[in-house]
């Protein structure tokens, strides 16, 4: 792949944004931006039924409510009017809306808008499986939302771009519901409502640096002169282990974007937003191999100008895709404070521990089953769990810690337990008497 290069302009360290400090009126700058969040995805892969951003995260507030929590902060603190929009999907849209009722009295406007739904595409035939199916009706299995790439249509058509236009706003934050990590950062909105060459940049990627954990994250490369988001699913088997490389693509995208309202309405009336098609096989639950073709937000990155990478903290990228996440977000590495995550000043180390939970603990109900308290994890480097194991109070956990339960075995962690560097397997079983 010898078009994969990048010039260092084209990607700047967060340490550059922040020294530029702060405006003098950081209310008048916060009065132009508006947080969009992408809100369609269920929790399927966690075992909970309806939205993603309505599973418990921390202190019994999910996802949502850490997200208004933020916003509500920021408008209390400088006085500002930040909006919150919520991308939905037909799959989340109305447990969704159900659930909005609750904030009516906190000091955020929230919206909601739709992305499209297109029809599945049967593998075999390369026909819709969707047959004499009514778009509100059953058999949603027949329909898909097409990839948050379609954010930039759905928008535009839903009015709310036009709207806020005409209110004076001038970029969007867009980020994942399920990244904790992605809250308003002002040194960054400073940077993009005060240029420094005095010319504006009409989108940017937040990428942060690659570990072994990421080493399937999209990465931004240069081609003719322009940023582009290269994701796997893109990239020649042939060339997979090189795109995986931590020494060769050192950052990722972390799918933090920043971008102009006014460029998104003219590219999207010139028809000008370009982005790859990504084929996405599934196997639905009767069987039914189909195709699903998606599109990423940060593909568009190439149709925008003076477009910019920033390369910020790992504190900015705190995704929980699984309960292995949730672990971590859950414990005592992390300090909650206007619905906002900061890693304890107890931990030493600036990285957060490897975990790793077996298949007993895919599901949330499961998880939460396993756990009588969240363990104490300010010392641990890594810790790997398979099998039936459940874990008492008070249990603190150091260093590498493995317990292996074998099949047909059940290991009880007792309460208080300290493990540290230590391998447990074998059959453990604490008992009521």
């Known amino acids: 792949m010898p078009w994969i290069m990048l010039c260092p302009h084209f990607i700047q360290p967060y340490e550059k944004i922040k020294a530029r ?4 009126n950081i209310s008048s700058v916060l009065n132009k931006l508006v947080v969009v969040k992408l809100n369609g995805g269920l929790g399927t892969s966690m075992g909970c039924k309806g939205p993603k951003s309505l599973i418990g995260v921390r202190n019994e ?6 997200t208004v929590q933020q916003i509500e902060h920021l408008n ?13 999907s037909f799959n989340t849209d109305e447990d969704t809306k159900k659930i909005l009722q609750k904030y009516n009295h906190c000091r955020v406007k929230i919206y909601t808008f739709n992305q499209s739904r297109y029809p599945r595409i049967n593998k075999e035939s390369l026909l819709p ?19 948050h790439g379609d954010i930039y249509a759905s928008f535009y058509n839903s009015g709310l771009l036009d709207t806020f236009i005409g209110e004076g706003k001038e970029y969007i934050f867009v980020s994942n519901i399920d990244n904790l990590g992605a809250t308003v950062d002002l040194y960054i909105l400073n940077h993009l409502m005060n240029p420094p060459n005095g010319k504006p940049c009409e989108f940017v990627m937040e990428v942060t640096n690659k570990t072994r954990a990421d080493v399937k994250g999209g990465t ?3 081609y003719e002169g322009k940023l582009r988001l290269v994701e796997i699913a893109q990239v020649p088997k ?3 282990d090189e795109f995986k490389s931590v020494s060769k693509f050192k950052i990722f995208n972390t799918n933090n974007l920043w971008i102009s309202l006014t460029a998104v309405k003219r590219l999207q009336e010139q028809n000008a937003i370009d982005m790859e098609i990504i084929v996405n096989p599934k196997t639905l639950d009767g069987g039914l191999n189909v195709i699903q073709l998606e599109t990423a937000v940060g593909a568009a990155i190439k149709s925008f100008e003076n477009s910019l990478g920033i390369n910020v ?4 990228f705190l995704p929980v895709k699984t309960t292995s996440d949730l672990l971590l977000v859950m414990s005592n590495l992390y300090s909650l404070n206007a619905g906002s995550l900061t890693m304890s000043e107890k931990r030493e180390f600036p990285t957060v521990p490897l975990v790793k939970l077996g298949s007993s603990f895919t599901k949330v109900q499961d998880y939460l089953r396993r756990f009588e308290s969240i363990p104490d994890m300010l010392e641990l480097d890594h810790l790997t769990v398979s099998g039936d194991v459940t874990f008492g109070k008070n249990v603190s956990l150091k260093g590498t810690v493995i317990i292996i339960a074998n099949h047909g075995d059940r290991i009880d962690i007792p309460p208080g337990a300290v493990l540290e560097n230590k391998i447990v397997s074998g059959n453990l079983r604490i008992l009521d008497h």
């Not at 507030?61 to 850490?66: E, I, K, M, Q, Y």
């Not at 499986?129 to 990839?147: C, D, I, L």
């Not at 903290?313 to 900015?316: G, I, T, Y």
């Open 21 to 24: 400090g702060l405006p003098d």
């Open 61 to 66: 507030n999910t996802f949502l409510d850490l």
């Open 76 to 88: 209390k603190t400088y006085n500002t009017d930040v909006p919150l929009v919520l991308m939905n």
């Open 129 to 147: 499986v969707a047959k004499n199916v009514s778009f509100s009706g059953e058999n949603t299995e027949a329909w898909y939302p097409p990839g």
């Open 220 to 222: 931004l490369t240069q």
């Open 238 to 240: 042939a060339h997979v």
């Open 313 to 316: 903290p790992r504190s900015r």
